[in-house]
């Protein structure tokens, strides 16, 4: 019974570590997005791609924010995408 106990307890508190690492990650990127959108705003670029940079930004926090019943390795799936996403955006010069 004790060990069952101890189990139970232990996978709570893994468990309840990393939702915290995943949320905080999801932070830390719809902050990097939000910072791009400001800066996409005062830079100099054609409107055609001015589009596809903000359609992008906008499916990238759509993915991040409906995440509600996703497993958690899907979670880690969308996060490293919109990592990779964000970066690909940041070395075009808006970041």
Known sequence: MRK????FLTG???GSISMYLLERKKKKLLDRIL?????LKTIPMKENMKFKVEYILSRLKFSLKNDKNLTEVE??????????K??????WNLG
């Open 75 to 84: 979670r880690d799936m969308i996060l490293k995408e919109v990592k990779e």
């Open 35 to 39: 910072k791009l959108e400001r800066k």
């Open 12 to 14: 709570f508190v893994v």
């Open 86 to 91: 964000i970066k690909q955006i940041e070395e």
């Open 4 to 7: 069952d106990i101890a189990i």
